[in-house]
């Protein structure tokens, strides 16, 4: 008995055998292929249709489906991995790509018959009505508040951004970088000890007025004292440290 359906039901060979795979309920990676080449042969001889154009293809898939079945007749074909090779992996790939390719044609046309249905119109609000802003009264928006009322908010605003500030980062202020001169500062303090002959270790730091100065100035006398240029000399715990210093020869 013929299938009931006509060749404009069906996009191609593709579309067809899709149709008899829904229509059977067969499980597209397990094909009985007796069966559907069967009901595809049927199909094609109960075709109304005699242009080559279109039977020509439906010719070719007739074709390659009794080659298939053949193949599944013959023991099976072993790759050179020594896997067993399916007769039907080339078809099944083919039947799953032209089966997104048409559910994506499908979601395609939904979006397009649904954007036939979207109006668009242009702003034709006049400029005045757009540039319109309404006026504001104090007097409703404040009412019944009083000026402590007003400070008394304010107030409490305050507290709550004082809330966010970060109590120790926050009294760091802006860090910057001290550029310091360490071979001016060198000069500078080994030609002040030389003039003084003799100074307090204490009025030598004195003088420099920055962190980073004192800290250059404390390593220049070390250096001074490694190399046998000063020596240092102390009369008592917690005494006044003295910077001499020595004559060339010494």
């Known amino acids: 008995m013929g299938i009931p359906v006509k ?3 069906f ?5 067809l055998l ?9 499980n597209i990676y397990d094909i009985p292929m007796a069966e559907i080449t069967d009901q595809y042969l049927e199909y094609i001889q109960n075709m109304e249709s005699r242009d080559m154009n279109i039977m020509s293809e439906f010719l070719v898939m007739a074709a390659t489906l009794l080659n298939i079945k053949s193949r599944m007749l013959l023991p099976k074909e072993v790759n050179e991995e020594g896997n067993e090779e399916d007769p039907r992996q080339e078809l099944v790939e083919k039947l799953l790509e032209y089966k997104l390719y ?3 044609s499908g979601e395609l046309r939904d979006r397009q018959q649904d954007a036939q249905q979207i109006m668009y119109k242009p702003s ?6 757009l540039e319109y802003r309404p006026k504001v009264s104090i007097e409703e928006i404040l009412g019944d508040l009083t000026l402590s009322e007003m400070h008394a908010i304010f107030r409490t605003i305050m507290k709550r951004q004082e809330k966010r500030v970060d109590p120790i980062r926050s009294g760091f202020g802006t860090l910057e970088k001290e550029e310091v001169d360490m071979d001016a500062t060198w000069k500078k303090v080994e030609q002040y ?12 730091l004195g003088k420099q007025r920055t962190k980073m100065q004192i800290i250059v100035t404390f390593l220049v006398v070390l250096e001074l004292m490694k190399m046998g240029k000063v020596s240092i000399t102390q009369d008592g715990n917690f005494e006044e440290i003295y910077i ?4 060339e020869e010494e």
């Open 102 to 104: 048409k559910y994506m």
């Open 244 to 247: 001499n210093a020595l004559q």
């Open 11 to 15: 996009e191609g060979p593709l579309d």
């Open 7 to 9: 060749l404009e039901a």
């Open 124 to 129: 034709t609000i006049p400029n005045e009505v």
């Open 18 to 26: 899709l149709h008899l795979i829904d229509k059977n309920k067969i």
């Open 193 to 204: 000890i030389r003039d003084q002959k003799t100074c307090g270790f204490r009025i030598l």
